[in-house]
């Protein structure tokens, strides 16, 4: 009687427990497959520069199984908005931090700050004037406005007066550019700039520069724009202008406006980054970080130049339009 007695009371106590036990083991099974979580922040988030990055990002999020939360400031000259970003990443003890900010210095104390915190920093796009980040993904400028330059010098004989147009002195890409485009121009005396100077960061204000360039009496007939944002006013003002073929009209990224653009004949030829395949090994070596494997110190993403002799080959499709492949 005593056994059965015994048998029962065992059995009622496995039942009334049980629901704890399984809790236990869900729960623990449950954190075990939680994916990571990365944060990503950008300096704006408009732009099909921006968006190509996140798309990439996006694909690589998928493949890894892990959740990337994508943040900006509203105007992407909001260092300090950035760097408050930074801060709440932190807070929120964030498994990775991917980062493409406005500053190369202002950024520098908040990101080592993650550093300390044993929290893995990945810089893309941008420089970031640190020596303890875990890997910097982007594109060699420099070398991309040694492209340009050798780009317009097989397109005018080297007989040109040109206009460079680019804005945010602070930015790091804005500078390598400038200088590796310099560094080409120098060796060709013949060859003029008669306008370099930074302007406002919208499309509207490089439309309005360039007309009044153009009009002016400095006889300009070759224009570089280093950055997406200026090559859209650029283009759009020598199409309204009527001067299509008639300016060398160099620009940097492939947005649908540039690609139009370039199909029209207005832009001669397009510097193009890789942005998406930028995203993608952000959050790829992100991961490998995370799972304490070796990432690259540095990883160049690449540059082709585009123009309508090669714009509708397969290789050069996949880059223009990465979300169509």
Known sequence: MFKKNSLIFILIFILLISPFLFGIVNLSTKNHDDPK???????TQNGDYWKN?????EVAA??????????STKDETDIDGQAGLVNDAIQRKTDALILALGDNNRIVNVTE?????????LVIDSKLSSNKINSYIATNNVKAGKIAGEK??????????????NFTKES???KEREDGLMSVISKHPE?????????????????VLTKKLVLGGERINSIIALNYISSIGVAQAIDELGLAGKINVIT?????????????????AIVTQSPFGMGYLAVKYAVLTVQGKKIPKYVDTGLVVIDRNNMYLPKYQKILFPFTQ
């Open 152 to 165: 317009l010098i097989s397109l005018s004989n080297v007989n040109s007066r040109i206009a460079i147009i």
């Open 252 to 268: 940097f990224d492939n947005t649908p406006e540039e690609i139009e653009y370039l199909e029209k004949g207005v832009i001669e």
């Open 191 to 207: 060859m003029k700039v008669v306008y370099k100077e930074p302007v406002a960061p919208d499309s509207e204000s490089a439309l």
């Open 53 to 57: 990055i996140r798309m990439g990002a």
């Open 113 to 121: 700050k993650a550093v300390s915190e044993k929290i893995p920093v």
């Open 37 to 43: 979580k990365i944060s990503l922040i950008l300096k």
């Open 62 to 71: 998928k493949e890894f199984n892990v959740k990337v939360d994508f943040t």
């Open 172 to 174: 790091s890409n804005n």
